[in-house]
Structure formats: structure tokens, C-alpha cells
């Protein structure tokens, strides 16, 4: 039997990756045995936590200081990557935030971009910073995280973050047509309310357990859960996946 999820010899990046779903994808593919580029922005000792478990597994893992609003400094990132562990196998673009709640009369210009360089541009630069060398390597994987707001709106607040996420899930699918017969396998998930930094920030715990209420399951999801669909998105056992956006949310929003 092909054991799929061996990730020996694999060169994964995981961007935002010090905390949440970021933090443990990168684990997992650690514990996989691939080589794993985390990135951070604020939170370093995060990062540096979750290299330092990764290497202790016997993995490879570097933790990186980037500010992905920056295309100057993915084009870095990148290139720092393929020094340090190789060409990127494994794409994960998953840095992300809301950064604020904002109704759409206090939405500024200024956030408005932020949020929709730090979301969605991101998501795009870093794709094309790195397909370069999957295109050299005969193929790759793009993984990109956008969320349930994409597709519902989001809560009230938050129509900048839906946007951008909505972006995401679109830019997903045209990477995935172009490149798909070049062995480049592009695809997304959309986590639904997960237990992660982002709720603690930006969510009451009144409206958590509104939300609780909701989902079928009637619990938040957990960052393990969305990491675990992320290798199998990975992984040869999704080979025949092309531009598909799996939804993991307990069931709040069905397809």
C-alpha cells in the first residue's frame, strides 16, 4: 500500500505559520518528514517554538521574518528558502488577517488595501515567486487558506477580510487551470470557526457561543483538523484534485 502521506524529501513553506492553523501545518508536515520554512511577522517566538519541535522530530525547519504585504520581501523569502532546505515543493499561504472590525462607513481606503495586500496579494506573489521552481522541478503544490467569510460574507465588521478571502478562493481556481497540466496541484480549504488566535482577537464570547450554536457538530473546529486536510491536499491521494476549495466547518455551511 503507497503510504501517501510520507513527505520525505519535500520542501514545504508555510507562510504565517507562528501560531493556529498556520502552526500546526507546519508541525504535521514536519512530523511527515519534510524540510519546513515557517514565517512569522510579529510573533517570533511562536515560529521559532514550532522550528525548534519540527528539528527535534529530526526534521529540517527555518523560521523566517517576513511581511508579506511586501513583494519585495516574499521574492526574499523565496529565495532564502531555496538556500536554506531547497526548491518549494509545498506552498502554504496561509498568513492572513482581519486586523480590525470595520463597518463599511468606517472602512478607510488605507485598511481596505492592507487587508486585501495582506490576504489576497500575498496569496498571489507568493505563488508566482515560487512556481518558477516547481515549473525546473516537473511540478509542485499550491495550498491556499481563505475561510468560510468568502463564501457567506463573514460577520458583521468584516467585509474586507471577505473580500480578500473571496479573492482567494478565486485566484485558486485560475492558478489551478493554468498550471495544472505543468504538475502544478492548486487547490484551497476555507476554515469555518476554528479555535485559533483570530476568534481570541476579534470574536466576543457571546457571539463564539452564538456560533457554537450553529454548527452542526456544536463545537469550534480545531487547528489540527484544518492541517490534517491541508497534507491530504498535499498528498498524492488528492492528485486528481484541480482548483477544488474543501470547507471545513462542522457543517455551518454545506456545499
Not at 80 to 89: I, K, M, N, Q
Not at 130 to 140: E, H, R, S, T, Y
Not at 181 to 193: E, F, K, L
Not at 194 to 199: A, G, K, R, V
Request: proline letters at 2%.
Amino acid at each position: 500500500m503507497n503510504n501517501y502521506f510520507d513527505f520525505s524529501g519535500k520542501v514545504v513553506l508555510v507562510t504565517g505559520a507562528s501560531s493556529g492553523i498556520g502552526r500546526a501545518t507546519a508541525e504535521l508536515f514536519g512530523q511527515l518528514g519534510a524540510s519546513v520554512a515557517l514565517t512569522y511577522h510579529k510573533n517570533k517566538t511562536g515560529a521559532e517554538e514550532a522550528a525548534g519541535r519540527i528539528t527535534g522530530g529530526n526534521s529540517r525547519a527555518i523560521a523566517l521574518e517576513v511581511d508579506v504585504r511586501d513583494n519585495a520581501e516574499i521574492v526574499k523569502m523565496v529565495r532564502d528558502v531555496e538556500e536554506s532546505l531547497g526548491t518549494v515543493d509545498i506552498l502554504i499561504n496561509n498568513a492572513g488577517s482581519l486586523v480590525e472590525r470595520l463597518k463599511t462607513l468606517e472602512l478607510t481606503e488605507e485598511r481596505w488595501d492592507e487587508v486585501m495586500n495582506l490576504n489576497a496579494r500575498s496569496a498571489f506573489f507568493a505563488a508566482q515567486a515560487v512556481i518558477p521552481g516547481m515549473l525546473a522541478k516537473g511540478g509542485g503544490c499550491i495550498i491556499n487558506v481563505t475561510s468560510i467569510a468568502g463564501r457567506n460574507g463573514g460577520a458583521l465588521g468584516s467585509i474586507h477580510y471577505s473580500s480578500a478571502k473571496a479573492a482567494v478562493l478565486t485566484m485558486t481556481k485560475g492558478l489551478a487551470k493554468e498550471f495544472a497540466q505543468q504538475g502544478i496541484h492548486i487547490n484551497a480549504v476555507s476554515p469555518g470557526v476554528i479555535d485559533t488566535p483570530y476568534h481570541e482577537t476579534f470574536t466576543t464570547s457571546e457571539v463564539m457561543e452564538n456560533l457554537r450554536k450553529a454548527i452542526p457538530m456544536g463545537r469550534e473546529g480545531r487547528s489540527a483538523e484544518v492541517a490534517s486536510v491541508i497534507a491530504f491536499l498535499a498528498s498524492d491521494a488528492a492528485s486528481y484534485l484541480c482548483g477544488e476549495t474543501i470547507e471545513i466547518n462542522g457543517g455551518l455551511l454545506m456545499d
